[in-house]
């Protein structure tokens, strides 16, 4: 079988950055990987992660190009799992991050599994869409918002002094 892929640029520019090709599902990650740094014109030698994804894109466990943990931790491998073990009809959306540094992030989604076609080479690169900037888009980190709690609603008045009791509980 093929997989047919939409891979986006995560930017914050009116025009969208994507890319749609076709690989087989019994290719790696590791390929994944190529075939993506390929599209979107990256040399392909800088460090890149996987992380499995959600409907809503919250990233979830990481599937990474190197283990960089020392032996410390188990780690999952792109060059070791399989396109078939981790993306399907049920888990179809992945985001990929290359080059921790600039932090260029995609958000890759499986669009259609389809039969092998007579005469077609895969990986097989279907439709370019938008330029890729020179530089990596800018990453804002926003912690999501808890507006149920609030660190100072303790029913203290630091103005009330009277009340404040420091021979009491003074050590």
Not at 39 to 58: H, R, T, V
Not at 109 to 121: F, H, P, T
Request: hydrophobic letters at 35%; a negative charge; proline letters at 2%.
């Amino acid at each position: 079988m093929i997989y047919r892929f939409r891979v986006i640029l995560d930017n914050d520019t009116e025009e969208d950055i994507f890319r749609d090709f076709e690989i087989r599902e019994s290719d790696t990650l590791e390929d994944l990987h190529n075939v993506i740094t390929q599209c979107f014109g990256f040399d392909g030698n800088e460090m890149a992660s996987f992380y499995l994804s959600d409907d809503e894109w919250n990233q979830g466990e990481e599937i990474s190009l190197f283990d960089m943990s020392d032996g410390l931790n188990d780690v999952r491998l792109m060059n070791e799992t399989n396109l078939s073990d981790t993306v399907h009809e049920a888990q179809t959306k992945l985001i990929y991050v290359y080059d921790f540094m600039n932090m260029w992030t995609f958000f890759v989604e499986l669009a259609e599994i389809v039969e092998v076609a007579e005469g077609v080479d895969y990986p097989n690169l279907m439709y370019v869409q938008g330029q890729v900037p020179t530089e990596a888009p800018d990453k804002i980190f926003e912690a999501e918002s808890n507006d149920d709690y609030d660190d100072f609603d303790d029913d203290f008045n630091i103005d009330d002094y009277d009340n404040l009791d420091f021979e009491e509980n003074w050590n």
